[in-house]
């Protein structure tokens, strides 16, 4: 079974009929909880994880039969981390898996139940299965409900001043749609825009014409230092006439400060490092690399000197 997933909202919506929660940097799964089998977690695109997250098997201990959605994140000093994750999503070794659990460990923040003791929950109402998350105990170090609220303009204030992704708002009266993006939960992320400077194209695959991403970097003593790869966002006329812009300064070399990986070399056009770009991101990764980045234009207004100590 796939998660019901948001649409992205424009105005966070108010009045009685609608709770609001913390959009949470974390990997989303589905949690089919059994007392005789343990649990067993499935990510979005429904591949079995549950070797990448033993402290979620004591769910096992709660005695119910139930399939949970939820949000497994690494809090740390109590702000989601993704990249604390990303050194275990992919790992099976369960020696490997335990040491990082130990150092990392994770917490399953569970805010919807499809099914309960053997029955189909999905066509209740969001209050009414709430209510019966709320008779499940789910509060530990590993798996616990978040909260809700009622004034979704003022959480997601806090959750930008806190630097968290974002917020969803979710109508009370909504059923759960396995595999539907639908507006009955409407997803507010918070993502924070930079100037970068781009010392680097590619084309698309397939083609020798059509952009299909810039290298961006920040100035530093030695040239740019890479701060990632931007690809969405560039399509289009707005493409095309980054990629005629970006043709004018071509350049034999390349121009950060450090050899890039294997992935990045080959098939990059080099550039002199003086077209400067808009770029929203969702986060930095802990090698100081962009995640989630998104292009958003020229900034002909500012000079690469400009990008520099942006903080």
Known sequence: MQPMLATRGDVVPTGAGWVHEVKWDGIRALVDVSPRAGARVWSRNQNDISAAWPELQGLADLGRDCLLDGEIVALGDGVPSFGALADRMHLRDPRRVAQLAERSPVTLLVFDILRLDGSDVTGRT???????????????????????????????????QQGLEGIVSKRLTSSYRPGVRSRDWLKFPIRPTRSFVVGAYRFETGSDRRLGSVLVGEPSAGGLSFRGK???????????????????HERAE??????????????????????????????????????????????????????????
Not at 230 to 248: D, F, K, P, W
Not at 292 to 310: M, S
């Open 126 to 160: 969001l209050a009414e299965r709430r209510a019966l998350l709320d008779t499940l105990g789910l509060d530990a170090p590993c798996w616990q409900v978040p909260a809700w609220y009622d004034d979704g303009a003022s959480l997601l204030d806090a959750a930008e």
């Open 230 to 248: 931007v690809g969405s966002g560039i399509a289009g006329r707005r493409g095309q006439a980054l990629g005629e812009l970006l043709r004018a």
């Open 254 to 311: 390349s121009p950060f400060d450090a050899p890039l990986d294997r992935a990045h070399r080959i098939g990059s056009v080099w550039v002199e490092p003086v077209v400067v770009v808009e770029v929203q991101f969702l986060a930095w990764t802990r090698d100081g690399r962009l995640r989630q980045p998104a292009f958003l234009g020229v900034r002909h207004d500012l000079e690469p000197n400009d990008v520099a100590g942006q903080g």
